[in-house]
Structure formats: C-alpha cells, structure tokens
C-alpha cells in the first residue's frame, strides 16, 4: 500500500510536469507567445493578434501533439521489445523497423536514379513517403514474423532481426551511392526527424493507429508480467507463448513503424524512457509501468523539442541529433551502474 501511494504521488507529479511541458513548448519558437495568450487560444477565444492564434493552432499544437504521440509511443514500444526480449538493450527498432522503414524511404527518395521514374512520381507526394516508409516497415516484420513462428527461442528472433537490419542497411548504402546529391540531401534530411511537418489530417491518421497499438500493448498486460520470471513460468500460467509473442511484435510494429513512418527515425526514446521509468518507479510491474512511460516519454519528447527549437530564435536543431544527446548518456549511466537496470 504504501508503494502504491507513492505512486500515485509521482502520477499526479508527472501530469502535472507533462502540463507544464506542454505549454512551455507551444510557448517556444521563433515567437515568443505569452501563456495567457496559449491557454485562451487553445479554449477558442480569439486573440488580437491573429498570426498568433496561427502559429499556436495550425503549427504548435500539432507539433505538441505529435511529440506526445511520438515519446509516449516508442518509450512503450521499448519497454515491449525489453520484456519479451528480457534485454535491456532491445529498442522498438531490434526487430528492423526503423531499417525496412528507411529502406522504404530510400527507394523512393534514392531509387530513381536507379530504377527510373516510377519511384520520382512516389516521391512527388508527401503520402509516398509515408506509405514507403510503412511498407518498409510492414514488411520486414512480417519476415520477422513469419521466422518468428517457426523459432522458439526470442534471443534467435532478435539476431534474425538485427541480420535484417544490416540487409536493408546494405541495400540503403548501395542506393545512396548511386543517388545524386540533392536525393541524398533529402534523405539525411528526413533522417533527422521531423515533428512539425504534420498536418492536422495526418495527425488524425496517425493517432488511429497509434490508439490501436496502444490498445493491443494495454491487452498484453498479464502476459508481460508472467514473461519477466521466463517463459516456462509463463506458460505455467497458461500464457499462450506465440499468440503473446505475436501481439507484442504487432504492438510495436504499429506504434514504432508508423510514428517512424510519419516523424522520421527517432533514436533512443524507445531505448533510454522504459530505463528511466524503472528508475523513477523501481517496480517491474508493468501494470505501472505502462502508463509511467506514456507519460515519461511524452515529457522528455516535448523537452527535447523544446530544446530543438532555440527559442527566440529562427534556427531548429534536429530532433534526432537532441533525442540522441539527451538518451546516449542515460544508457551510459545504466550501464555504468549496473543495477535494477532490467527486470
């Protein structure tokens, strides 16, 4: 009882820094905007200065949104991949996510040069992109998958995973020496990350799948707490191994393969936030666990992309390269420490 008080004070605590976190970051940008002005904007009122109203209702708060989306969903799909793999270094991207995602990506952006204009008339809309990179992403793990049902043993899924990567990965450099500059330029640059290119339709789309990720990781619940003590303890329980198994990969390829798909590849958020919520919570019940790192990874995204934006100036960093400053030295300092790192 008095753990599960103590949690509830850190809940309350989070929701509250995710509050303030929210508005701070909508207050950020090349503009300063007051938060009086943000706050009666977001209930409807309209402000005097209308180009404010603008940039909080058609730029900032989508972005606000997307960050959430993004931290919350791959911080979930980290703790996911970490369970079933019981590796503390398993990220929603082991299992070649982020790499059919890219590959996607790169024979769009890439591809003309080698395979003509099939691949330039994709690249001429945004949603070419987006259906690239998603089926990129769905079809590595449907390999993945499909080995997954004839291989028991999850450290084999996850080298199979990894021996994925490196194939798509092989595929993306052979693509990028024959691109031209200027397709090479535009894919590092969506290889940055990108949170505030969203429009409110994509949004929409996006959350859909996002809520339905969520949804499936909410339902694998009970199979993740069995899952912690092995998988003979868990099939003691009567935990079907393979349908688990199964819905988890699915879990994460809809939560990591479409937020990938629509804000680019995002790094270590799905590795560092699960580390991170174990530290805050030191509980291995994932029960807690769940809705502690929906809200811890949304936090730290939003400071991330606060940080990005080098307020009261015109510059943006790109989130990619601040995610990986702010997750790198936190899975030093894990490993370092060496202690309730996992499990």
């Given at each position: 009882?008095?753990?599960?008080?103590?949690h509830?004070?850190?809940?309350?605590?989070?929701?509250?820094?995710?509050?303030?976190?929210?508005?701070?970051?909508?207050?950020?940008?090349?503009?300063?905007?007051?938060?009086?002005?943000?706050?009666n904007?977001?209930?409807?009122?309209?402000?005097?200065?209308?180009?404010?109203?603008?940039?909080?209702?058609?730029?900032?708060?989508?972005?606000?949104?997307?960050?959430?989306?993004?931290?919350?969903?791959?911080?979930?799909?980290?703790?996911?991949?970490?369970?079933?793999?019981?590796?503390?270094?398993?990220?929603?991207?082991?299992?070649g996510?982020?790499?059919?995602?890219?590959?996607?990506?790169?024979?769009?952006?890439?591809?003309?040069?080698?395979?003509?204009?099939?691949f330039?008339i994709?690249?001429?809309s945004?949603?070419?992109?987006?259906?690239?990179?998603?089926?990129?992403?769905?079809?590595?793990?449907?390999?993945?998958?499909?080995?997954?049902?004839?291989?028991?043993?999850?450290?084999?899924?996850?080298?199979?995973?990894?021996?994925?990567?490196?194939?798509?990965?092989?595929?993306?450099?052979?693509?990028?020496?024959?691109?031209?500059?200027?397709q090479?330029?535009?894919?590092?640059?969506?290889?940055?990350?990108?949170?505030?290119?969203?429009?409110?339709?994509?949004?929409?789309?996006?959350?859909?799948?996002?809520?339905?990720?969520?949804?499936?990781?909410i339902?694998t619940?009970?199979?993740?707490?069995?899952?912690?003590?092995?998988?003979?303890?868990?099939?003691?329980?009567?935990?079907?191994?393979?349908?688990?198994?199964?819905?988890?990969?699915?879990?994460?390829?809809?939560?990591?393969?479409?937020?990938?798909?629509?804000?680019?590849?995002i790094?270590?958020?799905g590795l560092?936030?699960?580390?991170i919520?174990?530290?805050?919570?030191?509980?291995t019940?994932?029960?807690?666990?769940?809705?502690?790192?929906?809200?811890?990874?949304?936090?730290?995204?939003?400071?991330?992309?606060?940080?990005?934006?080098?307020?009261?100036?015109?510059?943006?960093?790109?989130?990619?390269?601040?995610?990986?400053?702010?997750?790198?030295?936190?899975?030093?300092?894990?490993?370092?420490?060496?202690?309730?790192?996992?499990?």
């Amino acid at each position: 009882m008095p753990n599960k008080k103590k949690h509830n004070i850190v809940f309350v605590a989070l929701i509250l820094v995710l509050c303030i976190c929210f508005f701070t970051n909508i207050s950020f940008g090349s503009v300063a905007i007051p938060f009086k002005s943000i706050f009666n904007s977001l209930i409807g009122n309209t402000l005097e200065n209308t180009a404010w109203n603008h940039i909080i209702l058609q730029y900032r708060l989508p972005k606000a949104v997307t960050a959430i989306i993004v931290g919350s969903g791959l911080g979930i799909s980290g703790l996911l991949m970490q369970t079933l793999f019981r590796n503390p270094l398993a990220g929603p991207f082991v299992l070649g996510i982020s790499s059919g995602a890219s590959l996607g990506v790169a024979l769009v952006i890439l591809g003309s040069s080698v395979f003509g204009g099939f691949f330039a008339i994709l690249f001429a809309s945004k949603w070419g992109i987006v259906l690239a990179a998603s089926l990129g992403s769905f079809l590595v793990l449907l390999a993945v998958t499909l080995v997954s049902i004839k291989v028991r043993d999850t450290m084999a899924i996850l080298i199979i995973g990894l021996m994925f990567s490196s194939i798509t990965s092989a595929i993306v450099s052979v693509l990028s020496y024959f691109g031209s500059a200027e397709q090479l330029q535009q894919y590092i640059f969506w290889g940055f990350g990108s949170l505030g290119n969203l429009s409110w339709q994509e949004i929409v789309i996006l959350s859909i799948i996002y809520l339905l990720g969520l949804l499936i990781s909410i339902t694998t619940i009970k199979s993740l707490n069995s899952l912690l003590l092995g998988e003979n303890y868990a099939k003691s329980l009567g935990v079907n191994i393979k349908k688990s198994r199964l819905l988890l990969i699915t879990a994460t390829s809809l939560l990591a393969g479409t937020i990938t798909a629509f804000a680019g590849p995002i790094a270590f958020i799905g590795l560092a936030i699960p580390h991170i919520t174990r530290q805050i919570f030191n509980t291995t019940n994932h029960k807690t666990l769940v809705p502690a790192v929906f809200l811890i990874g949304a936090i730290v995204m939003l400071v991330c992309d606060s940080i990005s934006q080098l307020p009261n100036t015109q510059f943006t960093l790109p989130i990619n390269a601040i995610t990986s400053l702010v997750g790198a030295p936190v899975v030093i300092w894990l490993l370092v420490k060496k202690r309730n790192m996992l499990f």
